[in-house]
């Protein structure tokens, strides 16, 4: 960034501008956003923004360099200049743009990571998993058809079924993020392949949500992942905000008991299930060719398994393959974040943002399998578009800017991160107890 090409606009005479002018256009209807200097006027532009509108309005009013450099890619910046040039509206007045320390030299480390490669990546990798994501529902189905159908197998194709969508799981979220090719049409292609004929879920949904994750991870009212006030409090705020309210949905000073109950197993089956269909019908006049993806899956699911286990057999084995696949991925995604700080937007860099939100788990044969490399969540939040298989060669470096900068960069064990998750939610439980009671009790 910063040099040449990589500026998102030339520099030319334009309305000056203070920072405090460009945070009064944080609004619905009036959102600016800065970027490497240059002042923007998003507020209708947002709703034609290919990684959708609310992921960019997360940003109105304030400096989204290094938020737009992470999701779009060094070889295509060039190609989104000429839809910027149309709303720039100026820049930041020279005695106010001035780059904090930590913001040059992450910016330095990405550079000297693209000098590395490290954001090219290995095709074999990708179409080896792309492979194995197949080759799973083929043994699934082989292990009912050639050996026959009893509880056994019926149990373990359901495993089979399950592991496939788990790692299916990843490898989507590879291409999501635009991770393999250097053309987005055709990691967008594949995404909805991955995700509608494979996964029987929907890839602009995923995009929608995980987006906003990204540029804003724990930051209540703008991360989905924690908008769980529902049916859990996470964080000390959140469960001191939810306090103040009369009512209140579950008993949360409990919530560290009933989360293994009620959240890993059933997100995928009952909450991701529902929001898939509403997201298809409230664009279903748009959405339509994905909509097709997406029932595909459901159609070669019941001409395979219902002549072999019947109507009612298919459902549960439905249900057991998508209670394995949720409660693998919700272990594993919150074990990186719920345990870290969560709060409202306080307009942080983006190391720090990163940093303050997520954490690693230790690096192993079997945990970078079994997370599909997010046990590198801190690289993986810096530089979202960068190859999973490439996320350890920039961890020492990440680790040497982290301490630079007096920031705690946390690595933890598998074991140790499941476990903190429920310490997590019985902190944030009691939290909210407390409060709850201290705040009514001055009101009655």
Request: hydrophobic share 40%; net charge positive.
């Amino acid at each position: 960034m910063g040099k040449g090409g990589d500026k998102v606009v030339s520099d030319r005479a334009e309305t000056v501008y203070t920072w405090e002018e460009v945070q009064k256009h944080a609004d619905k209807d009036d959102k600016w956003i800065v970027i490497e200097g240059e002042v923007f006027d998003v507020t209708r532009w947002s709703r034609k923004h290919p990684g959708g509108s609310r992921v960019i309005s997360h940003y109105a009013g304030q400096d989204a360099t290094d938020a737009f450099t992470a999701f779009h890619r060094t070889h295509r910046r060039q190609f989104v200049n000429k839809y910027m040039k149309p709303i720039r509206v100026g820049k930041i007045a020279p005695d106010e743009n001035k780059q904090k320390e930590i913001d040059t030299d992450f910016r330095d480390l990405r550079e000297v990571a693209d000098k590395m490669g490290l954001f090219n990546p290995s095709y074999f990798f990708f179409h080896f998993h792309f492979l194995m994501a197949v080759l799973y529902e083929v043994v699934g189905y082989l292990t009912l058809a050639y050996f026959g159908v009893n509880w056994f197998t019926f149990i373990l194709c359901g495993l089979i079924l399950g592991t496939g969508m788990a790692q299916s799981g990843w490898l989507q979220h590879d291409f999501g993020h635009l991770s393999v090719y250097k053309s987005n049409a055709l990691n967008n292609f594949v995404h909805q392949i991955l995700m509608g004929v494979i996964k029987g879920a929907s890839s602009g949904w995923w995009k929608h949500m995980h987006y906003q994750h990204h540029a804003k991870p724990n930051v209540m009212d703008k991360d989905p992942d924690v908008r769980v006030e529902k049916l859990f409090v996470v964080g000390d705020n959140m469960a001191k905000k939810v306090a103040k309210q009369k009512n209140y949905w579950l008993p949360y000073n409990f919530q560290h008991k009933y989360f293994p109950i009620i959240g890993p197993p059933l997100l995928f089956p009952i909450y991701f299930q529902f929001m898939i269909f509403r997201f298809f019908y409230q664009r279903r006049k748009t959405h339509y060719v994905e909509f097709l993806m997406f029932l595909s899956y459901y159609v070669r699911f019941a001409y395979l398994f219902v002549p072999l286990v019947g109507v009612f057999g298919t459902l549960v084995l439905y249900e057991i393959t998508r209670v394995v696949e949720s409660t693998w991925f919700t272990w594993v995604s919150q074990s990186n974040h719920i345990p870290m700080e969560i709060d409202q937007d306080q307009n942080r860099p983006w190391v720090k943002l990163q940093m303050h939100a997520t954490r690693n788990i230790e690096k192993s044969a079997f945990n970078d399998w079994f997370t599909g490399h997010l046990n590198f969540q801190i690289e993986h939040h810096l530089f979202p578009t960068m190859p999973r298989h490439n996320l350890y060669k920039i961890k020492p470096l990440v680790k040497e800017l982290c301490k630079k900068h007096g920031i705690t960069y946390q690595e933890v064990s598998l074991g140790y991160a499941f476990k903190d998750i429920l310490r997590s939610l019985r902190k944030s439980g009691q939290i909210w107890f407390d409060e709850y009671y201290h705040y009514h009790e001055k009101f009655e």
